[in-house]
């Protein structure tokens, strides 16, 4: 049985869209209601499918910091330079290679004789490192909860078998403190939140209690194919319209209440949390992990002596705004003109999870945040 | 990046890790992120590990769901 096809009926979703359009009102007349979806997948489909034409008037989406690479300041680039430049080897995920860091590129390293390799896991860098004993391997280790529990695995199998050279610079980010910190913006506003399917299979449900109940906003967990997104911005609807506020879990076939244990066990042993900058959102407290002093040895920033600092971003860039949800790609003077997927400014258009790619690729350019 | 896509394990090997087939290509996927793999799981597969077992009630359960959208019924979604 193929579980893909059927999440994809084309006469389902039709139906379900125009229940959508036919079947809800605006739920507040005095001003829009703004559904935030947090998860770079999210960003994707949504521009894929065209399911912003199916809601209401009066509901906007907007993304919010789902992508890992875009949150993440230039600084990090410069460091992975660097050690490459120091005769080191790199290991990173694909996407990581032209985001732009200070001054420049991974890829820009690569091509004048940097050792950049592009993993689909970090199983494969740890795998060079123990074919090459002679090369110290690091592993760009940068993403949510989803990656971490990967990464944190090859990390946690690299110290059973006394591995000497390998070690993961870190970026870790954790997705409940980001939602926190844009609930306490003033300059956000958020009604609900279409929270990410992966992140919340290693997190559990449970995980988005704090953001309902009083007070709170409507949590719906949805997967990814375009019917489980529809569904769930109609759940969202639907709680908006009876003034509720619950988590919704929508993505039960993967999604438990508890999420993985054993990821989550795993994590607890290995890391433990930091603040970390997010960029656009600032320092977040406790919203990154880092490597327990006994992991000291894998952890790339206290192996090679290097320190991850902010880093410089070009001076129009709006990325920063893009990821909080307060400017849509098309409102960043650079969107379209000096910065496009070919030659990217920002991490947002450079990320195959983010916004501006999202819009560059399937909205057009032109659709902006008035 | 969760591009994870469910495949289904069609063999485990003695180190933890596993074979699992989309669409008729294999992949090495390791298995110690997940309680007890078994050949025929589907598992959702990122960054070359599973995360966790496809619910495959759950997934049947959404897969009818979506069947009556297409021939018309009107459904709830919500469920406790």
């Given amino acids: 049985m193929k579980y893909i096809d059927g999440f994809r009926q084309a006469d389902a979703a039709r139906a379900l869209g125009q229940r959508i359009a036919a079947g809800f009102t605006a739920p507040r007349r005095d001003r829009e209601v703004a559904i935030m979806e947090v998860c770079g997948s999210h960003t994707m489909a949504i521009a894929r499918y065209g399911i912003r034409d199916v809601l209401p008037a009066g509901v906007r989406l907007i993304s919010g910091p789902g992508c890992p690479v875009c949150v993440t300041p230039p600084g990090y680039i410069d460091a992975a330079v660097e050690l490459a430049d120091r005769g080191l080897t790199i290991v990173t995920f694909g996407d990581m290679l032209h985001v732009p860091g200070s001054q420049t590129t991974l890829a820009e390293c690569r091509s004048r004789g940097g050792r950049v390799e592009v993993g689909y896991s970090p199983s494969v860098a740890l795998d060079l490192a123990r074919r090459h004993a002679d090369r110290e391997v690091v592993f760009l280790g940068i993403g949510f909860e989803t990656t971490l529990a990967p990464v944190i695995a090859v990390v946690d199998r690299a110290a059973r078998e006394h591995i000497g050279n390998f070690s993961v610079l870190t970026a870790f980010k954790l997705v409940p403190p980001a939602l926190a910190a844009l609930r306490a913006d003033p300059e956000v506003r958020v009604d609900a939140f279409l929270c990410p399917a992966h992140v919340s299979a290693i997190i559990g449900a449970d995980a988005y209690r704090p953001f309902a109940g009083p007070g709170g906003v409507p949590c719906v967990i949805a997967g990814f194919e375009p019917l489980d997104i529809l569904l769930g911005l109609e759940g969202i609807l639907r709680q908006l319209a009876d003034g509720r506020a619950d988590v919704d879990n929508q993505y039960r076939r993967v999604v438990t209440a508890q999420g993985n244990r054993r990821a989550q066990e795993l994590i607890a042993r290995l890391l433990e949390p930091v603040d970390a900058p997010w960029r656009g959102l600032g320092l977040i407290p406790q919203s990154g992990m880092a490597l327990r002093q006994r992991y000291a040895a894998y952890d790339a920033a206290r192996r090679h002596g290097i320190v991850v600092t902010e880093g410089r971003s070009h001076r129009e860039c709006r990325c920063g705004d893009v990821i909080k949800g307060k400017q849509f790609p098309a409102d960043c003077p650079l969107f379209g003109k000096a910065c496009t997927p070919d030659s990217a400014i920002g991490p947002c258009m450079v990320s195959s999870e983010g916004v501006c790619a999202a819009h560059y690729k399937y909205a057009g350019i032109g659709e902006a945040s008035s | ?80």
């Fill in chain 2, 1 to 80: 990046m969760c591009l994870a896509m469910p495949m289904q394990l069609i063999r485990l090997t003695d180190d933890g890790s596993g074979i699992a087939d989309l669409d008729g290509i294999h992949y090495t996927v390791d298995l110690s992120l997940i309680e007890d793999p078994a050949v025929g799981d589907y598992i959702i597969v990122h960054a070359g590990f599973g995360i966790e077992k496809l619910n495959r009630e759950e997934a049947d359960e959404r897969l009818q769901l979506f069947a009556r959208l297409a021939a018309g019924d009107v459904v709830g979604t919500s469920k406790r």
